[in-house]
């Protein structure tokens, strides 16, 4: 029996059916006519269209910003940032959503008479989009009840500049971990997709500019190797900062709601999940180190000078 004759057996065996020559010769037909994939749009093609004159730039009245003294977390992906946002969402006076991704909520003033009426308003692009994301922080914290806001998407880094000009008066928080840690745990949470010289290589990225940002704004620092060793010790830190008394409620944060722990917008893994502080995972070894996390690691101080 030919191999056709096996398909055709085969086929009708199990489904009922014969595939006929003519019916083989459409579906060939079909498929090479379909149309081929769409080619892969470039994130930067995505985004509206700026107004070219656009500048980043503080509020130029009083009274433009609805929301007081936002705090941000700073720090790189896979760096306990999670954990920090349900230990201070757990006070009573804070407010700490799942990642927001602000950065990325834009405005579009596609057409010039739009434009032209923003600028006869006095407003660039980016004081439109600041309006924007501070009345859907403000609205997000007047929901809550409590008194101070905290966001804590890792890719702030990449615009705490932008931050910094839009709320004046936002608070730091600058949250590190063993580079080499931070690389290992990101690979890990997808190994196939996230091979270790890749991981090295892009939270490396968000190291570079976490370190420029302590280098251009004030605020506070703590690791998360300390921060999961003593969190009531960095806890009191946090609220000194902040300005407020210390709940010993925030070291228990599973006793308190703080919202899905989904994929995209914080950690999701069983560690988060358990409501307790988890010992964090023991530093690496000097000679483990890449060359590339090398100098970082010196800077962050988990290598000598």
């Not at 006076?93 to 579009?108: D, G, K, S, Y």
């Not at 004081?127 to 501070?134: Q, T």
């Not at 919202?259 to 000097?286: A, M, N, S, Y």
Request: aromatic share 6%; charged share 25%; net charge neutral.
């Amino acid at each position: 029996m030919s191999w056709k004759r096996k398909v055709n057996a085969t086929l009708e065996g199990i489904t009922g059916y014969n595939l006929t020559r003519a019916e083989r010769a459409a579906r060939e037909a079909a498929r090479r006519s379909a149309p081929p994939p769409a080619p892969k749009v470039p994130r930067a093609a995505m985004l509206p269209p700026r107004m070219p004159d656009d500048e980043i730039r503080e509020p130029g009245e009083p009274g433009d910003r609805l929301l007081v003294a936002p705090v941000f977390v700073l720090s790189p992906v896979r760096s306990g940032s999670t954990l920090l946002r349900v230990m201070l969402n757990s006070h009573s006076q804070i407010h700490a959503p799942h990642e927001l991704h602000v950065r990325r909520i834009t405005v579009n003033l596609a057409t010039d008479p739009v434009q032209q009426a923003m600028r006869a308003l006095g407003h660039t692009h980016s004081d439109v989009e600041h309006i924007l994301w501070d009345r859907l922080l403000h609205r997000e914290l007047a929901r809550s009840g409590k008194r101070v806001l905290v966001e804590k998407t890792p890719s702030n880094v990449f615009a705490y500049p932008r931050l910094a000009a839009c709320w004046p008066d936002a608070r730091f928080v600058f949250l590190l971990r063993h580079p080499l840690s931070i690389a290992t745990s990101w690979h890990e949470a997808d190994p196939q997709a996230r091979p270790m010289p890749e991981a090295v290589r892009h939270t490396f990225q968000y190291m570079k500019y976490l370190r420029d940002a302590m280098r251009d704004l004030p605020g506070l620092r703590l690791t998360y190797e300390d921060l999961t060793a003593d969190p009531e010790a960095q806890t009191r830190r946090i609220c000194e900062f902040l300005g407020l008394d210390w709940e010993r409620g925030m070291l228990e944060y599973g006793g308190h709601s703080h919202g899905d722990f989904v994929k995209g917008i914080g950690d999701w893994r069983d560690k988060i999940r358990t409501g307790t502080v988890q010992p964090g995972r023991p530093l690496p070894g000097e000679d483990e180190i890449p060359e590339q996390l090398v100098e970082i690691c010196r800077d962050w101080g988990y290598l000598s000078p």
